[in-house]
């Protein structure tokens, strides 16, 4: 399959401080994901991104889908203790059929108060 | 509340058993997925479902099979096959409609223990 390159693997912060994380494809992907999981539960999603070029915001999160349709980040705004998890990257491949997702190996956030 | 619900949440297997892992939705979703997720790594995709009565081999389904007998149900069987079945195993759902097809929602997991 696809193969999504996802960085950091980890990150180690203050709360307050800002966060980035990117993911990067060699294919074109027409959807971009950000989803976010906690210990033991199924993935949440955060942000769902369709057109190349689109910034999107969700609260203290923001994300964008690369004009090359093969990358997309993803910022936390002054983190919080909450924050904490692991955040998974996807792309989407729909084309006239349905598609499917390919994931990332995930960035794990540890957030210190 | 629409949603996806994974039971149950834990189990547990002896080796040589078969043993189903049961998913339901009530989003109306026409498409569902199965997922395995081992410790450091992505989510694989074992199978998907993109209507009642069809369903395609994701990148790992060796030693595993499903059904989808209803809209709102996609059952996973793991059998004794599978050489390495403790893992987490994810459910998802997603639309049919465009771009937002793409967009999968999860259920909350089940945690698979082969003793």
């Known amino acids: 399959g696809q193969q999504l390159n996802q960085s950091p693997q980890s990150m180690f912060i203050q709360e307050g401080e800002d966060v980035s994380m990117n993911c990067t494809s060699s294919?074109?992907?027409?959807?971009w994901l950000w989803y976010k999981q906690d210990p033991g539960e199924g993935p949440v999603l955060l942000i769902a991104?369709?057109?190349?070029?689109e910034l999107t915001s969700n609260g203290r999160l923001t994300a964008q889908f690369g004009i090359t349709r093969k990358d997309s980040f993803l910022n936390i705004s002054a983190s919080i203790p909450s924050d904490v998890g692991i955040y998974f990257c996807?792309?989407?491949?729909?084309?006239?059929?349905?598609?499917?997702?390919?994931f990332g190996r995930g960035t794990q956030l540890t957030v210190w108060p | 509340d629409g949603g996806i619900t994974q039971s149950p949440k834990y189990l547990f297997r002896k080796e040589g058993q078969n043993v189903t892992l049961s998913c339901e939705q009530n989003?109306?979703?026409?498409?569902m997925y199965w997922y395995r997720q081992d410790p450091g790594q992505g989510l694989r995709l074992i199978y998907y479902?993109?209507?009642?009565?069809?369903?395609q081999k994701g990148d790992i389904a060796e030693g595993y099979s499903v059904s989808r007998e209803k809209k709102e149900s996609f059952p996973l069987t793991v059998t004794s096959a599978q050489k390495n079945p403790t893992a987490f195993y994810l459910c998802?759902?997603?639309?049919?409609?465009?771009?937002?097809?793409?967009?999968?929602?999860f259920g909350p997991g089940t945690r698979l223990t082969v003793l």
């Open positions: 479902s993109q209507i009642v009565n069809d369903f």
């Open positions: 991104l369709y057109k190349a070029g």
């Open positions: 294919s074109i992907f027409n959807t």
């Open positions: 996807a792309g989407g491949d729909r084309g006239s059929t349905l598609g499917r997702l390919y």
């Open positions: 989003l109306n979703h026409d498409a």
């Open positions: 998802a759902s997603s639309t049919d409609l465009g771009l937002a097809g793409d967009t999968q929602y």
